[in-house]
């Protein structure tokens, strides 16, 4: 069965720095652009950041820009995201998702596979 799996997220004080993993199981990544959400409740999810599947083009949202780094390793299977300066606005659940194409979608329902989230807390 194909899954996502994020972990890493925690409490964190503000300024502080978290890595989010997100492994596959039951397929390969290698193939497949992935891509990093959060969700506030009550609202859509929003694309944060995205690594197409060779790793070589990469976007991310103008409020994490500077802040995030996004990062996959094909032989582990795994995509990371490197949150460093966290502020309380960065306080949501995050989610990772994995595209049938190779390329970044900012569209979440193009995205065929999801984690089941992981919180992240900022707090002083």
């Known amino acids: 069965q194909a899954q996502l799996v994020e972990s890493g997220g925690g409490l964190v004080q503000p300024g502080g720095s978290l890595r989010l993993s997100c492994a596959a199981s039951?397929?390969?990544?290698?193939?497949?652009?992935v891509g990093w959400f959060r969700q506030v409740l009550g609202k859509e999810r929003e694309g944060v950041s995205c690594?197409?599947?060779?790793?070589?083009?990469?976007t991310y949202a103008d409020s994490v820009k500077g802040r995030f780094t996004i990062s996959r390793d094909n032989a582990k299977n795994t995509v990371y995201l490197q949150m460093n300066s966290l502020k309380p606005e960065d306080k949501v659940v995050y989610y990772c998702?994995?595209?049938?194409?190779?390329?970044?979608?900012?569209?979440?329902?193009?995205?065929?596979?999801w984690g089941q989230g992981t919180q992240v807390a900022v707090s002083s």
């Open positions: 039951g397929f390969t990544l290698d193939s497949h652009a």
């Open positions: 690594i197409n599947s060779r790793g070589g083009s990469i």
């Open positions: 998702a994995a595209r049938l194409a190779p390329y970044c979608s900012r569209v979440h329902r193009e995205y065929d596979y």
